[in-house]
C-alpha cells in the first residue's frame, strides 16, 4: 500500500493519523479506503505494534520503520561478571570459598522517542569469564557493556556489565587465608527521551495505554536501574573445612537469579543468566581426605528486547 499524503498550509505532507466523526465523536480511524478506477482500495492503515527482537550478541544496526516514533525496550542489560575459584590449603588453618560475579545495569519497560528512517546502532555485552585463580593474582573478566543509541536521537543508554569477583590479599598453600571481593554491580547511563504518557496500538489493533507495558522481567513500567554486587561467602575456619561457592548476583532488580555457586560436595558452579553474575567456586574434602577446589562460573550475557510502537498524547 502506498503512503497516504495530505494537504498542510499548502505543503503535502505524509498522514500518520486520521480521524472520523462516529455519533458527534471524533475517533480515530483504523483504516481507510478510497476508491480506484471504480474500486474501492485501502489507503492508510494506521501503524500497530511491531513484533518484540531479541539481539543477544555482538553489534549492529537497525533502521526505525516508517510511522514508528518510539521503541520500546522489554528488556535491556549489561552483561554479568565471572565468579571466582575456591581455595583448598594446606596449614592455613581455613578454606575460602569463591565470590559471586555482578550483574549488569538494566533496563525494563521503557519507551524512547525515536524518528521514523533513523538508524538505531546496538551493541550487546557479552558475558564475563570465570577468575580461575586461586591462591593469588586475578583472571577472567567483567561482563561487556550494552548500548543503544540513534543517528538522531544519540545515545538512549549504555549499560555496563558487572564485575568478576577477584582476590584482594592473602592465599598460598601455607597461607594467610585469601581475602576476596564480589564482582560489583554495573552502572546505568539513561540518556534517552523516556515516553511516559499517550496511547499506541498493539499487535492486533487494540488501542493501549503507554503505561501498559509491563511484560518487563521487573514488570513494572519504565523501569532502570544499576546491577548489584556478588555474594561473598568467604572463608571456614579449620584445615580441610567444607564451604560452598557464593552465588552471583541477581539482575534486573532481584527478577533473574544470579549462578548459584558451587556446593562442597563437588558439583560445579552455574553460570549466570541475563546479565547476572556467575556463582563461585566451593572448598571441600574429597573421600581419600584430600582437600580440592572448584572452578566458579561464567556471568550471563547482555541482551536488548525492543519494538516499534506509535505513540499519540
Known amino acids: 500500500m502506498a503512503n497516504t499524503y495530505g494537504k498542510v498550509s499548502g505543503t503535502f505532507e505524509e498522514v500518520t493519523e486520521i480521524y472520523g466523526k462516529v455519533s458527534g465523536t471524533w475517533e480515530e480511524v483504523d483504516e481507510a479506503y478510497a476508491k480506484v478506477s471504480g474500486v474501492w482500495e485501502q489507503v492508510f492503515v494506521a501503524f500497530v505494534a511491531t513484533s518484540f527482537v531479541t539481539l543477544s550478541s555482538g553489534s549492529g544496526t537497525f533502521a526505525v520503520p516508517q510511522g514508528a516514533n518510539a521503541i520500546h525496550v522489554q528488556a535491556a542489560v549489561g552483561g554479568g561478571g565471572g565468579g571466582l575459584r575456591g581455595a583448598d590449603y594446606d596449614k592455613a588453618g581455613g578454606e575460602s570459598a569463591g565470590g559471586g560475579g555482578g550483574s549488569g545495569a538494566y533496563v525494563s519497560d521503557k519507551v524512547f522517542t525515536v524518528t521514523e528512517g533513523e538508524t538505531l546502532s546496538y551493541s550487546i555485552g557479552a558475558a564475563g569469564v570465570q577468575n580461575t585463580n586461586t591462591y593469588s593474582g586475578n583472571s577472567g573478566s567483567a561482563g561487556g557493556t550494552t548500548t543503544l543509541s540513534g543517528s538522531s536521537a544519540g545515545s538512549i543508554f549504555s549499560l555496563t556489565g558487572g564485575g568478576v569477583s577477584i582476590i584482594t590479599s592473602g592465599g598460598g598453600v601455607q597461607g594467610p587465608l585469601r581475602q576476596q571481593a564480589a564482582g560489583a554491580g554495573g552502572s546505568a547511563t539513561v540518556s534517552g527521551t523516556a515516553v511516559t504518557s499517550g496511547t499506541f496500538k498493539d499487535s492486533v489493533g487494540v488501542t493501549q495505554n503507554v503505561t501498559s507495558n509491563t511484560s518487563g522481567p ?84 547482555g541482551q536488548i528486547i525492543y519494538r516499534f510502537l506509535r505513540v499519540n498524547p
Do not use: E, K, L, W
Request: hydrophobic share 20%; glycine share 30%.
Open 218 to 301: 521487573v514488570g513494572t513500567f519504565n523501569q532502570s536501574g544499576n546491577g548489584v554486587s556478588g555474594n561473598n561467602n568467604g572463608n571456614c575456619g579449620g584445615d580441610n573445612c567444607q564451604i560452598n561457592g557464593s552465588t552471583g548476583a541477581t539482575s534486573f532488580a532481584g527478577s533473574i537469579a544470579g549462578g548459584a555457586g558451587a556446593p562442597s560436595t563437588g558439583n560445579n558452579a552455574t553460570p549466570g543468566t541475563r546479565g547476572s553474575g556467575g556463582g563461585g567456586g566451593a572448598s571441600y574434602t574429597q573421600s581419600t581426605g584430600q582437600g580440592f577446589s572448584t572452578q566458579g562460573a561464567s556471568g550471563g550475557a
